[in-house]
């Protein structure tokens, strides 16, 4: 069984490339694969690997980049996701082309999974999905209004044609991990929009914490690796007994 974390922290990486190398170093011969990104904003990444080397990799970040081992989403899969291990320098972890810089470090208020489902139930609330189109079609929460993204960094250019602050005062949004919505919060606090919510941890920490019988998810979730998908039961053991 292979343990799978994602994870991301936005924070100031003074040396990329220094921890890029040292990750590089130590986990290069181990069992460890799948995509680590580093800049200058923080780190984004979804490993997979067995549970003792995938301890010794996050107790490694919680030590150089201040990771919050509550805030990592774990799932679990029998074969091996990823092919290959990356450790990659970028300009930023989540591409957000806009005029004027956003910055992530002061994003939207969190909503915990246990207060999403009220939060996303009042009428006065417009919930975004700011996913990509080829991962909205295969699931997403009832009532969410999809946007039609190729790529995220479209999503700026949406937000300007079709939003007004003085009409939607009140923003929920999403994503996969929580990065995205995290970063897309951000954003629209500095266009002047006066209350901007986001799922901490995203659709999976929510579809982890969230009962079945009480989900207001619809269809599955859209992953980057090679399983594709996942569901409630891949999240929640419990929830696949029998299955």
């Known amino acids: 069984m292979y343990t799978v974390a994602a994870f991301y922290r936005f924070f100031a990486l003074t040396d990329p490339q220094s921890l890029r190398d040292e990750l590089h170093e130590k986990f290069a011969l181990t069992d460890l694969r799948g995509t680590t990104l580093l800049a200058p904003e923080g780190i984004n990444g979804t490993m997979a690997g067995s549970a003792e080397t995938m301890e010794q990799f996050l107790n490694l970040l919680v030590e150089r980049a201040g990771l919050d081992r509550a805030e990592v989403k774990f799932s679990y ?53 700011t996913r990509n189109t080829y991962e909205t079609e295969i699931g997403t929460f009832e009532g969410a209004v999809m946007p039609p993204l190729e790529k995220f960094s479209d999503f700026a250019q949406w937000v300007q044609e079709h939003l007004d602050p003085a009409r939607h005062t009140k923003v929920a949004m999403f994503c996969t991990g929580g990065i995205r919505c995290e ?34 998810w619809k269809g599955d979730c859209y992953i980057f690796d090679e399983r594709i998908a996942v569901r409630h039961s891949d999240l929640r053991p419990e929830d696949s007994v029998g299955e």
């Open 77 to 129: 899969s029998e074969k091996p996701p990823f092919r290959r291990l990356k450790f990659k320098r970028k300009r930023e972890i989540i591409t957000f082309r806009t005029d004027d810089p956003v910055d992530p470090a002061r994003p939207g208020k969190y909503v915990e999974p246990v207060g999403w489902n009220e939060l996303i139930s009042s009428p006065d609330v417009l919930l975004l999905d």
């Open 183 to 216: 970063k897309a919060s951000a954003y629209m606090l500095q266009q002047g929009f006066p209350e901007v919510y986001h799922l901490r941890g995203g659709i999976l920490r929510y579809l982890e914490e969230t009962p079945a019988e009480e989900s207001q």
